[in-house]
């Protein structure tokens, strides 16, 4: 049964500090989004990828966050430096081409202390 | 730009009685509409979705959504709900902008069904 995976599934940090979230999508699929959920905001789409290529990250802090496709199974999320306000749970979700069912991991918890 | 709006932030139900979650969408071309759903602790998983054809979907756990194009909804529907099916549920819309389908989502509706 193919999934996405998401790494680490709980991460604790403090301010400052840098953090690294990984996502394997599933095999086959050329096309991988972040999300990001609050309570306050909802589900935000920070940045999504077709082919590896950047498609569109307008919906990430540039200044700190940054999203990179290294190669067609990985795909990481950074933030650095990290801050309080960070703290969400952090969703990939992977498919078959932007308007397709998209397929989410899932999450990784992140608290900035 | 394209919207999607949840006019609802809980719905509750009965068991064994009908439920309906709503959506509303705003776009500038042909929408593709989709309804996940959200267990907690979980990702969101994918319930049905509407292309063309049809306007009747239907989808996993007997759930069902009508395309209404000129109310512009995408309501959820359950002939008859069960206790399990209490869970946040998205609706979400994508259209053809810049060369490209960008997904956006509804802030998300819990479905409370009470035994």
């Known amino acids: 049964d193919a999934r996405v995976t998401q790494t680490p599934r709980h991460k604790v940090t403090e301010m400052g500090q840098e953090v690294t979230m990984r996502c394997q999508p599933i095999?086959?699929?050329?096309?991988v989004f972040w999300y990001r959920q609050t309570m306050m905001q909802g589900l935000e789409l920070l940045a999504y990828?077709?082919?590896?290529?950047?498609?569109?990250d307008s919906g990430m802090p540039k200044d700190r966050f940054s999203a990179e496709m290294p190669d067609a199974t990985l795909a990481t999320l950074k933030i650095q430096p990290s801050e309080p306000r960070d703290s969400a749970v952090y969703f990939c979700?992977?498919?078959?081409?932007?308007?397709?069912?998209?397929?989410f991991g899932p999450g990784t918890r992140l608290l900035v202390l | 730009a394209q919207s999607v709006a949840q006019p609802e932030d809980q719905v509750n139900v009965a068991e064994g009685n009908p439920l309906t979650v709503k959506c509303t969408y705003s776009?500038?071309?042909?929408?593709?509409l989709f309804w996940y759903v959200q267990y907690p602790n979980r990702g969101l998983q994918f319930l049905l979705k509407y292309i063309t054809g049809d306007n009747l979907v239907k989808g996993s756990y007997g759930f069902e959504a009508e395309f209404n194009k000129s109310q512009t909804s995408f309501h959820l529907k359950k002939p008859s709900a069960l206790v399990s099916d209490s869970a946040l549920y998205f609706c979400a819309v994508s259209s053809l902008a810049r060369g490209s389908y960008i997904p956006t989502f509804g802030r998300g509706t819990s479905l409370i069904v009470h035994p």
């Open positions: 776009v500038s071309g042909n929408p593709y």
């Open positions: 979700a992977s498919g078959l081409d932007t308007q397709e069912t998209q397929y």
């Open positions: 990828f077709r082919n590896r290529a950047p498609l569109d």
């Open positions: 095999l086959g699929h050329n096309t």
